[in-house]
């Protein structure tokens, strides 16, 4: 079984963008079920998924504050801040998330 964990990044072509990638869980569709999760764990509102041929992006929302979760073909997963004031709740959010994929996953392998 592979574990998912979350490695922080910052992102210098971004002003130095603090982001989150989810190692071990590059799923195309992966975004759908972590936007889950910090909706039903975390109380984040979830907005409009836009979906491209390489690509989705769905916003999340909590406190005025606005997160951004990305599936990329060449990245995979990924989950970032629009401003700098909300990375100290992602970095709470994305213990939630990581914890909860792993019982998940670890759950369906032990299934089997």
Request: proline share 1%; with cysteine; hydrophobic share 35%.
């Amino acid at each position: 079984m592979m574990n998912i964990c979350v490695v922080k990044h910052i992102n210098r072509d971004e002003n130095n963008r603090v982001e989150y990638l989810f190692v071990n869980y590059d799923y195309y569709d992966g975004n759908d079920l972590v936007a889950k999760i910090l909706h039903e764990k975390c109380g984040l509102e979830v907005g409009e998924k836009i979906e491209g041929e390489y690509f989705s992006v769905i916003p999340l929302y909590k406190n005025s504050l606005q997160y951004v979760l990305i599936w990329h073909e060449d990245v995979g997963n990924y989950i970032y801040s629009e401003k700098q004031d909300g990375v100290k709740n992602l970095e709470r959010y994305v213990k939630v998330i990581e914890k909860e994929l792993n019982l998940l996953f670890m759950n369906k392998n032990n299934s089997f």
